[in-house]
């Protein structure tokens, strides 16, 4: 597996999201025993960035992650969030000092390790200055408890004035064929400051692998069926992104998931996508995209494709991003 720098943290090309291993989507939490396995294979094919977080479960996903990395923790850079949950007895987010301390104390408990390699702030909090934030976050690098700070949905001001208080290795938003809206204003900021870009669900939420069709595919408490993208009407509108995807995979004798893949990281070597998968196979075949190669014609192809139809969130959630 090649590797990218996210600032000054060399990680794998293309990463590992563990959220889904046990929260949101179809089957999350049941397959503790195949997430560990994928998560033991990751690491054996050179996938060395694997990104959880306290507010997935909450909290499950950090011990998941922790437990599966008992005896490799120097294999991987470990990436974790905080901020959607208050420690305090405030209200969420909260990014005050002092949430952000009772936070790492509590991720680095359950990832059972003495440091976390890249630290984000999962949501701007509008009632924090930015500049508190990063100031506390600074102080745990230099306590060794962190070694690394990262945004999450952060906007363009928002990443300057953190950046200007202590180097931002990495910013996280949602990034895909489906999902462009970072290349107008993040991704031009993010390339002046030297500030690496790690796409979310670079898979479209396991839409543009073409395996769904319907909500008929998906289990009835799967968070997808009250998105917007696949709700409404919008999903089957949306099947001609995945349509397309899938008709340059014929060509190139791939799957649609490693097209997806492979036009992320054709963006620019800034970029390390983080696909999440809990079964082995699929997180084999997210892996062997980092061997695929587009041509020209094809980038420009997938270039051309429509937006999705919908919002990507819900009216409170979209309000968070890009503060």
Known sequence: MRTVSLGSLKVSRIGL????????YTGAGQYDDESIRTIHRALDL??????????YGPFVNEELVGRALRGRRDEVVLATKFGLISHTGGTAPDSTPANVRLAVEG????????????YYQHRVDPGTPIEETVGTLA?????????????????????????????????????????RDPEAG??????ELGIGFVPYSPLGRGFLTGDIRSLDDLGTDDWRRTNHRFA???????LRIVDEVRAVAAEIDATPAQVA????????DDIAPIPGTKRVARLEENAAADGVELTAGH???????PPASGERYDADNMAAIDR
């Not at 999201?17 to 949101?24: K, P």
């Open 139 to 179: 102080e745990l690098v230099a306590e060794g408890k962190i070694r690394h700070i990262g945004l999450s949905e952060a906007g363009p001001a928002t990443i300057r004035r953190a950046h200007a208080v202590h180097p931002v290795a990495a910013v996280q938003s949602e990034y895909s064929l489906w999902t």
């Open 232 to 238: 409404d009407g919008n999903l089957e509108r949306n």
């Open 107 to 118: 991720s680095l408990k359950r990832l059972g390790t003495d440091y976390i390699d890249l």
């Open 299 to 305: 980038v420009a192809r997938l270039d051309d494709l």
């Open 46 to 55: 050179g996938v060395t960035h694997v990104d959880t977080a306290e507010g």
């Open 261 to 268: 893949l492979a036009w992320l990281l054709a963006q620019g």
């Open 186 to 191: 993040i991704l031009p900021v993010l390339r």
């Open 17 to 24: 999201g563990a959220m889904g291993m046990s929260a949101f």
